[in-house]
Protein backbone atom coordinates (compact mmCIF):
# COMPACT_ATOMS: atom_id res chain seq x y z
CA UNK A 1 0.00 0.00 0.00
CA UNK A 2 1.83 3.21 -0.84
CA UNK A 3 0.14 5.34 2.14
CA UNK A 4 0.80 2.87 4.77
CA UNK A 5 2.52 4.87 7.07
CA UNK A 6 -0.15 7.02 6.92
CA UNK A 7 -2.80 3.96 7.66
CA UNK A 8 -0.65 2.42 10.66
CA UNK A 9 0.05 6.16 11.79
CA UNK A 10 -4.15 7.16 11.79
CA UNK A 11 -5.57 3.83 13.44
CA UNK A 12 -2.15 2.94 15.83
CA UNK A 13 -1.22 0.44 13.99
CA UNK A 14 -4.20 -1.55 13.79
CA UNK A 15 -6.97 -0.95 11.45
CA UNK A 16 -10.60 -0.71 12.17
CA UNK A 17 -12.46 -3.75 12.58
CA UNK A 18 -13.93 -5.48 9.32
CA UNK A 19 -10.83 -3.33 6.62
CA UNK A 20 -8.25 -5.83 5.58
CA UNK A 21 -5.96 -3.35 4.11
CA UNK A 22 -5.08 -5.95 1.41
CA UNK A 23 -7.97 -4.51 -1.56
CA UNK A 24 -6.57 -3.35 -4.50
CA UNK A 25 -9.10 -2.19 -6.58
CA UNK A 26 -9.86 1.24 -6.85
CA UNK A 27 -13.05 1.79 -8.31
CA UNK A 28 -16.67 1.36 -6.29
CA UNK A 29 -20.14 0.75 -7.92
CA UNK A 30 -22.85 2.65 -6.11
CA UNK A 31 -26.92 2.00 -6.54
CA UNK A 32 -30.01 2.60 -5.42
CA UNK A 33 -29.22 6.29 -5.58
CA UNK A 34 -32.23 8.57 -6.06
CA UNK A 35 -31.67 9.98 -9.85
CA UNK A 36 -33.78 13.21 -9.03
CA UNK A 37 -31.59 14.42 -6.44
CA UNK A 38 -28.06 13.14 -7.10
CA UNK A 39 -24.92 14.18 -9.14
CA UNK A 40 -21.04 13.98 -9.46
CA UNK A 41 -20.18 16.48 -6.89
CA UNK A 42 -22.85 15.42 -4.87
CA UNK A 43 -21.17 11.55 -4.67
CA UNK A 44 -17.73 13.48 -4.31
CA UNK A 45 -18.98 15.47 -1.59
CA UNK A 46 -19.81 11.92 0.20
CA UNK A 47 -17.08 9.64 -1.04
CA UNK A 48 -14.21 12.02 -0.53
CA UNK A 49 -14.58 11.54 3.02
CA UNK A 50 -13.01 8.16 2.76
CA UNK A 51 -10.16 9.12 0.09
CA UNK A 52 -9.37 11.18 -2.94
CA UNK A 53 -11.12 10.83 -5.64
CA UNK A 54 -10.16 10.57 -9.36
CA UNK A 55 -13.40 10.47 -11.06
CA UNK A 56 -16.96 10.20 -10.69
CA UNK A 57 -19.29 8.69 -13.82
CA UNK A 58 -23.23 8.50 -13.43
CA UNK A 59 -24.43 5.46 -15.45
CA UNK A 60 -26.70 6.98 -18.00
CA UNK A 61 -28.04 3.65 -18.88
CA UNK A 62 -28.78 3.05 -15.30
CA UNK A 63 -29.78 6.31 -13.63
CA UNK A 64 -29.88 4.89 -10.57
CA UNK A 65 -26.16 3.60 -10.72
CA UNK A 66 -22.19 5.55 -10.23
CA UNK A 67 -18.98 4.81 -10.76
CA UNK A 68 -16.64 6.11 -7.84
CA UNK A 69 -13.36 5.71 -8.75
CA UNK A 70 -10.79 6.68 -5.74
CA UNK A 71 -7.05 6.95 -4.94
CA UNK A 72 -6.23 3.47 -4.22
CA UNK A 73 -7.72 0.39 -2.92
CA UNK A 74 -7.42 1.28 0.39
CA UNK A 75 -9.17 4.35 0.20
CA UNK A 76 -11.99 2.34 -1.91
CA UNK A 77 -12.53 -0.46 0.91
CA UNK A 78 -13.06 2.35 2.94
CA UNK A 79 -15.83 4.05 1.25
CA UNK A 80 -17.52 0.41 1.00
CA UNK A 81 -17.08 -0.88 4.26
CA UNK A 82 -18.82 3.11 5.67
CA UNK A 83 -21.09 4.06 3.06
CA UNK A 84 -22.95 0.71 2.19
CA UNK A 85 -26.15 1.10 3.54
CA UNK A 86 -26.31 4.86 4.29
CA UNK A 87 -29.27 6.45 3.49
CA UNK A 88 -29.64 9.12 0.99
CA UNK A 89 -32.58 10.74 -0.43
CA UNK A 90 -34.76 8.55 0.76
CA UNK A 91 -32.91 5.54 -0.51
CA UNK A 92 -30.44 2.94 0.93
CA UNK A 93 -27.09 3.18 -0.53
CA UNK A 94 -25.47 0.05 -1.73
CA UNK A 95 -21.57 0.38 -1.79
CA UNK A 96 -19.61 -2.40 -3.80
CA UNK A 97 -16.28 -2.74 -5.66
CA UNK A 98 -16.74 -2.32 -9.32
CA UNK A 99 -15.55 -5.05 -11.57
CA UNK A 100 -13.96 -2.27 -13.60
CA UNK A 101 -10.12 -1.67 -12.80
CA UNK A 102 -10.69 2.29 -13.29
CA UNK A 103 -13.14 4.87 -14.65
CA UNK A 104 -11.96 5.47 -18.17
CA UNK A 105 -12.33 9.34 -19.15
CA UNK A 106 -14.74 10.43 -21.50
CA UNK A 107 -17.06 13.09 -21.96
CA UNK A 108 -20.02 11.69 -19.57
CA UNK A 109 -17.17 11.93 -16.25
CA UNK A 110 -16.35 14.02 -14.07
CA UNK A 111 -12.46 14.75 -13.01
CA UNK A 112 -11.77 15.17 -9.75
CA UNK A 113 -7.88 14.27 -9.46
CA UNK A 114 -7.05 17.99 -9.54
CA UNK A 115 -9.55 19.16 -6.94
CA UNK A 116 -8.11 21.33 -3.97
CA UNK A 117 -11.20 19.58 -2.31
CA UNK A 118 -9.87 16.47 -2.24
CA UNK A 119 -9.30 15.70 1.47
CA UNK A 120 -6.26 13.57 1.67
CA UNK A 121 -4.09 15.98 -0.03
CA UNK A 122 -2.72 17.00 3.16
CA UNK A 123 -3.11 15.45 6.55
CA UNK A 124 -3.85 11.90 5.60
CA UNK A 125 -3.12 10.42 8.81
CA UNK A 126 -5.42 12.89 10.27
CA UNK A 127 -8.25 11.82 7.80
CA UNK A 128 -8.30 8.46 8.33
CA UNK A 129 -8.64 8.40 11.94
CA UNK A 130 -12.08 10.75 11.34
CA UNK A 131 -13.81 8.15 9.22
CA UNK A 132 -16.65 6.67 10.22
CA UNK A 133 -20.32 5.47 9.38
CA UNK A 134 -22.87 8.62 8.17
CA UNK A 135 -23.87 10.33 11.79
CA UNK A 136 -26.59 12.54 12.94
CA UNK A 137 -23.68 15.09 14.07
CA UNK A 138 -21.29 17.33 11.38
CA UNK A 139 -18.74 19.18 11.91
CA UNK A 140 -18.25 22.29 9.86
CA UNK A 141 -14.82 23.79 9.30
CA UNK A 142 -12.85 26.94 7.79
CA UNK A 143 -15.80 28.70 8.14
CA UNK A 144 -15.89 32.74 8.22
CA UNK A 145 -14.35 34.61 11.44
CA UNK A 146 -17.64 36.62 11.51
CA UNK A 147 -19.92 33.99 11.45
CA UNK A 148 -23.20 33.60 14.21
CA UNK A 149 -25.09 30.63 15.02
CA UNK A 150 -27.92 31.58 13.35
CA UNK A 151 -26.21 31.48 10.01
CA UNK A 152 -24.66 28.12 10.74
CA UNK A 153 -28.33 27.47 11.20
CA UNK A 154 -29.59 28.70 8.09
CA UNK A 155 -27.05 26.92 5.79
CA UNK A 156 -28.17 23.82 6.73
CA UNK A 157 -31.55 23.85 8.09
CA UNK A 158 -33.60 23.18 4.95
CA UNK A 159 -31.90 19.54 5.19
CA UNK A 160 -33.60 18.22 8.40
CA UNK A 161 -34.54 19.06 11.97
CA UNK A 162 -31.64 20.76 13.86
CA UNK A 163 -31.50 19.43 17.27
CA UNK A 164 -28.69 21.88 18.61
CA UNK A 165 -25.51 23.62 17.08
CA UNK A 166 -22.17 24.89 18.76
CA UNK A 167 -19.79 27.25 17.06
CA UNK A 168 -16.72 27.12 18.88
CA UNK A 169 -12.89 28.45 18.08
CA UNK A 170 -10.04 26.00 17.83
CA UNK A 171 -6.36 27.46 16.80
CA UNK A 172 -7.76 30.62 16.24
CA UNK A 173 -10.24 29.61 13.44
CA UNK A 174 -14.10 29.37 13.35
CA UNK A 175 -15.81 25.61 13.77
CA UNK A 176 -19.41 24.29 14.24
CA UNK A 177 -21.00 21.19 15.12
CA UNK A 178 -24.96 20.89 14.17
CA UNK A 179 -26.66 17.79 15.27
CA UNK A 180 -29.73 16.51 13.53
CA UNK A 181 -32.72 14.11 14.52
CA UNK A 182 -31.31 11.59 11.87
CA UNK A 183 -28.56 10.20 10.00
CA UNK A 184 -29.98 11.09 6.69
CA UNK A 185 -31.02 14.62 7.51
CA UNK A 186 -26.89 15.01 8.46
CA UNK A 187 -25.61 13.13 5.60
CA UNK A 188 -28.27 15.25 3.58
CA UNK A 189 -26.87 18.23 4.55
CA UNK A 190 -23.05 17.25 4.01
CA UNK A 191 -23.40 16.10 0.58
CA UNK A 192 -25.66 19.33 -0.10
CA UNK A 193 -23.23 21.70 1.73
CA UNK A 194 -19.75 20.66 1.59
CA UNK A 195 -17.56 23.44 -0.45
CA UNK A 196 -20.11 25.65 -0.69
CA UNK A 197 -19.22 29.55 -0.38
CA UNK A 198 -19.74 31.48 2.26
CA UNK A 199 -18.81 34.80 2.67
CA UNK A 200 -15.91 33.94 0.79
CA UNK A 201 -15.38 31.01 2.55
CA UNK A 202 -15.18 28.14 1.29
CA UNK A 203 -16.99 25.44 3.84
CA UNK A 204 -16.02 22.51 4.82
CA UNK A 205 -17.75 19.62 6.76
CA UNK A 206 -17.10 16.24 7.45
CA UNK A 207 -19.49 13.65 9.81
CA UNK A 208 -18.20 13.75 13.57
CA UNK A 209 -18.29 11.03 15.73
CA UNK A 210 -19.23 13.04 18.77
CA UNK A 211 -22.86 11.81 20.19
CA UNK A 212 -24.04 15.04 21.72
CA UNK A 213 -23.21 18.56 22.14
CA UNK A 214 -20.97 19.71 25.30
CA UNK A 215 -21.66 23.50 26.35
CA UNK A 216 -17.21 23.22 27.20
CA UNK A 217 -16.23 21.64 23.86
Do not use: W
Not at 62 to 70: G, R, T, Y
Not at 101 to 115: F, K, L, R, W
Not at 185 to 192: F, G, K, Q, S, Y
Request: net charge neutral; hydrophobic share 40%.
Amino acid sequence: MPNAAAIAAAFGGGLPPGISGTNDRCTVLASNLNPDRIDEDKLFNLFSLYGNIVRIKLLRNKPDHALVQMGDGFQAELAVHFLKGAMLFGKRLEVNFSKHPNITQGADTHEYMNSNLNRFNRNAAKNYRYCCSPTKMIHLSTLPQDITEEEIGNLVEEHGTIVNTKLFEMNGKKQALVLFETEEEATEALVCKHATSLAGSIVRISFSQLQSIRENQ
